[in-house]
C-alpha cells in the first residue's frame, strides 16, 4: 500500500449529490452546508480554476463531463476567484468560503527547523466531539482544508483513502461508508442487510475494492463462544466474507483479553485475538495484526499463510500450527519485542511498519521491520518512541522526505518524527470548545489534487 495517496480528481467528481440552486448557471457559489466546499454550474463540460484573489497559492482546477462540478481543498474565511469554461464560454467571479463552528484547533507543542509538517502535503483525520463525529483534512501547515460531518455516527473505527480517490471508514461496528471529498455518498454497507458480520477497527481500499475486518459470535463445543477474526471483501457493492482466523487457529483454550469491548454485542464470548489492522503489500499480500495474540501474519494473494511473527507475548496455543513462525531479532541493538501491535504497513522501501502499542501504560513506538524469508527472521532496523502511552489503535506513515507522520489515538496528537527518533513537531488536536476530542483513530496523509 503506498504511504502517500495521491487522489484522483475524477473519483471525487463522480457519484455526486443533487445539485444545489444557484443564482444562475455558469456561476459558482459556496455551498450552504459546507463553509469549505464550492458548487459550480453550467453546460457540461465543466472545467473551473480557482485560486485564492491574493495569488498566496496555486490555482488548482476541476473537471466534470457533467454540468456541475465540486470545487474544494479551499481555505476558510478566503476570497477565491475562478474561471469558469463550459459549452457557453468563459466566465470570471469570486466567491468567499466560511470556517465552520466545528473546526478543531490545532496547537503547536514543539517545533524543529520550519514551522510546517516537512514532507506533509493534506493529511485526513476523525474526531468525535460535542458537537459530532466529523471527518477533517489539514495541510502542512495546520489550516483546516477540508471538513465532512458524519450525522448519526457515534464515533468512526476505522478510517483508509482508496486507491480510487475516495474515503472509506467503518463506524459502530456495523457499518462500511465510502465518501467522496465532493460530499457525495458513493456506497453504504450495513449489518443485517449487505453485511453479515460485525466490521471494526483496519480496512483499505486497494484494486477498486475494500476490506475491512469484521468479527462473527461462533459457539464452540467445549461450550464457549468465541469472537472470529475476519475480513469482508466489497467489490461492485457486493460485500462477502473471504477469509478468518479459524482457517488456521482453533481458539478453543484460548483466553479472552478484552472482555469489554464486545460485550454489547456478544455478551460472554471469547475475544481471543482482537484483529485490528490490515494492509495490502504490492504484491497482493495481506498483513494483519491481532492484538491480544501480539501477532503480525502475513497472507499471499490466495489467503493462505506465509508466516507469522509472535512480539513475544502471544499466550500458549496462539501461534498458528503449521505456519513458519520468523524469529524475531534486531542487528540495530533495539528491544524487538513488542505487545498490542497495530496498523501494519508495507513501506514503499521494502520494509514493514508496525505499531508498538505497548502493554499497561508503557511508551508507545513505531517499529521498522526487514523481513527476510529466506532466514526466516524479522529484523527491528528502526523504532520511533512517540512520547505517549498509545494503548488503542492510533497509526504511522511513512512520507517521501524519510520522516514518519504518527497520530495517537488517546492523546489526539500528531507527531513528525526524523530518522532516529527525533521529534520535529507535535500537533495537539483538541474540539473547537478545547475539549480533548475521541476517535482520532488514525491520520492518513495524502497529496492534494
Avoid at 455516527?153 to 483513502?161: E, F
Avoid at 507522520?405 to 507535535?426: D, I, K, N, Y
Amino acid at each position: 500500500m503506498r504511504a502517500l495517496a495521491t487522489l484522483a480528481l475524477a473519483a471525487c467528481t463522480a457519484s455526486a449529490p443533487a445539485p444545489i440552486v444557484l443564482p444562475d448557471p455558469g456561476t459558482c457559489a459556496l455551498d450552504p452546508d459546507n463553509a469549505l466546499r464550492a458548487r459550480c454550474l453550467g453546460a457540461g463540460p465543466l472545467s473551473v480554476g480557482v485560486v485564492p484573489a491574493d495569488g498566496s497559492e496555486p490555482s488548482a482546477t476541476f473537471e466534470s463531463d457533467g454540468d456541475e462540478v465540486v470545487l474544494w481543498d479551499l481555505r476558510g474565511d478566503t476570497d477565491y476567484a475562478y474561471e469558469l469554461h463550459d459549452a457557453r464560454g468563459t466566465r470570471l467571479a469570486t466567491f468567499t468560503t466560511g470556517t465552520p463552528s466545528t473546526a478543531p484547533q490545532l496547537e503547536e507543542e514543539l517545533a524543529l527547523g520550519p514551522t510546517r509538517l516537512t514532507d506533509l502535503d493534506r493529511v485526513l483525520f476523525p474526531l468525535t466531539c460535542t458537537d459530532g463525529t466529523a471527518l477533517y483534512a489539514i495541510d502542512g501547515a495546520g489550516r483546516l482544508r477540508w471538513y465532512q460531518p458524519l450525522p448519526d455516527t457515534p464515533a468512526v473505527s476505522g478510517l483508509a483513502l482508496t486507491d480510487r480517490g475516495t474515503i472509506a471508514v467503518t463506524a459502530s461496528r456495523s457499518v462500511i461508508r465510502e465518501l467522496g471529498f465532493d460530499g457525495s455518498v458513493v456506497l453504504t454497507a450495513k449489518r443485517g442487510t449487505e453485511l453479515d458480520r460485525y466490521v471494526h477497527h483496519g480496512l483499505v481500499g486497494p484494486d477498486e475494492r475494500i476490506l475491512a475486518l469484521d468479527d462473527h459470535a461462533v459457539p464452540y463445543d467445549d461450550g464457549l463462544t468465541y469472537l472470529v477474526d475476519g475480513v469482508t471483501e466489497i467489490a461492485d457493492g457486493v460485500a462477502t466474507h473471504v477469509w478468518d482466523i479459524a482457517e488456521i487457529l482453533d481458539p478453543r483454550g484460548l483466553p479472552t483479553g478484552d472482555p469489554v469491548y464486545w460485550s454489547l454485542q456478544a455478551p460472554g464470548a471469547v475475544d481471543f485475538g482482537h484483529e485490528n489492522g490490515i494492509d495490502v503489500a504490492d504484491d497482493g499480500d495481506w498483513l494483519l495484526t491481532f492484538k491480544q495474540l501480539d501477532l503480525l501474519l502475513r497472507l499471499d494473494p490466495d489467503h493462505e499463510p506465509r508466516w507469522v511473527l509472535s512480539g513475544g507475548d502471544t499466550p500458549e496455543g496462539g501461534l498458528p500450527p503449521g505456519v513458519p513462525a520468523l524469529a524475531l531479532t534486531s542487528s540495530a541493538g533495539l528491544d524487538p519485542t513488542f505487545q498490542h501491535p497495530h496498523h501494519p504497513l508495507a513501506a514503499p522501501d521494502g520494509t514493514l511498519l508496525l505499531l508498538d502499542n505497548g502493554d499497561r501504560g508503557a511508551e508507545s513506538r513505531v517499529l521498522q521491520l526487514r523481513i527476510d524469508d529466506e532466514e526466516g527472521t524479522a529484523d527491528v532496523v528502526g523504532a520511533w518512541p512517540l512520547g505517549d502511552a498509545c494503548p488503542v489503535q492510533s497509526s504511522a506513515f511513512p512520507l517521501s522526505d524519510g520522516t514518519l507522520l504518527a497520530a495517537c489515538t488517546q492523546t489526539s496528537r500528531l507527531s513528525e518524527l526524523r530518522p532516529g527518533g527525533v521529534v520535529h513537531r507535535r500537533l495537539q488536536v483538541t474540539c473547537a470548545d478545547g475539549t480533548v476530542p475521541r476517535g482520532m483513530v488514525g491520520a492518513v496523509p495524502f497529496t492534494r489534487p
